[in-house]
């Protein structure tokens, strides 16, 4: 009886401290917090990031003007993107990469991804090909052949300007209207988006017909369906992806005010990465 008692009081004393080191190893605090992914577990990409905090809209921009970026090389500097709460079915380009979208119009084209992206790459395309920069000094440049003329000759001279300018104007919006299509359909969206965008652009007033800056709404269906034909969406695609395969995710910066979007280059955002990778070995 004495043996079995000393027997399992060791017995006891052995479990009793195992159960101690067991409850000290679960309780002891860890050096890596259990929020911290593992060093072997893979970056949130930044699509997945953009998701998580982006608004819907800023989110379907992002990825737009992203894809449509890298797929046409027009990578190389930011592009920022500003969506107006006025309810206007509109979009333009303005300053330098800055793209602003009218509440009005994202309502209209709600659902129809392609039609945005036709959208957002015609006022690429602005930026793409200087127009704004070209029409702002053919106008300084005629201003100043207007200085010392007459009253009379310098309002008639002034006219004549006002009609040029009007003509440079809608010859840039056909071509944006062309190159959009060909940066939308290389980017992999519907061609048919051009069209279903400026759809909804021909049942505005005056849309029938040409005005000071814009061709007829017609008269552009007209020249997409064209340019269909001419630059299959198939053949573009193609070279989309050869571009979309060799290049990395474009990385974002969401405004602390939450009104504004940059889509960054292909440098990203670090000032410092890109300072130390051009002065590394030199």
């Not at 929020?35 to 905090?53: G, H, I, M, Q, V």
């Not at 509440?103 to 602005?126: P, T, Y």
């Amino acid at each position: 009886m004495e043996m079995n008692k000393q027997y399992w009081l060791t017995q006891f004393k052995k479990n009793a401290v195992a159960i101690a080191s067991i409850c000290a190893l679960v309780l002891a605090p860890t050096s890596t917090p259990p929020t911290l992914a593992r060093s072997d577990e893979p970056a949130a990409t930044p699509y997945a990031l953009a998701e998580t905090e982006l608004p819907e809209d800023f989110y379907v921009l992002y990825r737009i003007v992203e894809r449509v970026a890298r797929a046409n090389n027009l990578d190389q500097h930011p592009w920022r993107v500003v969506i107006d709460s006025e309810y206007d079915i509109n979009a333009h380009a303005t300053d330098a990469n800055l793209i602003v979208i009218n509440r009005g119009l994202l309502d209209q084209l709600a659902g129809d991804s392609s039609a945005v992206a036709c959208v957002v790459s015609h006022e690429m395309a602005h930026h793409a090909h200087r127009h704004i920069a070209i029409r702002s000094s053919e106008y300084a440049k005629e201003l100043e052949q207007l200085e010392g003329l007459n009253p009379a000759k310098r309002e008639q001279r002034m006219v004549d300007l006002q009609k040029r300018m009007g003509q440079l104007s809608r010859l840039q919006e056909l071509d944006a209207d062309a190159s959009g299509y060909e940066y939308a359909a290389q980017a992999g969206f519907e061609p048919e988006g051009c069209l279903r965008s400026l759809d909804i652009l021909s049942r505005l007033p005056g849309s029938g017909h040409s005005s000071e800056t814009h061709p007829s709404v017609q008269e552009r269906l007209t020249a997409i369906q064209s340019l269909i034909k001419k630059h299959p969406p198939e053949q573009l695609a193609l070279v989309g992806r050869r571009h979309l395969r060799t290049t990395q995710a474009l990385t974002y910066y969401w405004s602390a005010d939450e009104k504004w979007l940059r889509i960054n280059s292909r440098r990203g955002d670090c000032f410092k990465c890109d300072l130390d990778r051009v002065l590394t070995n030199r």
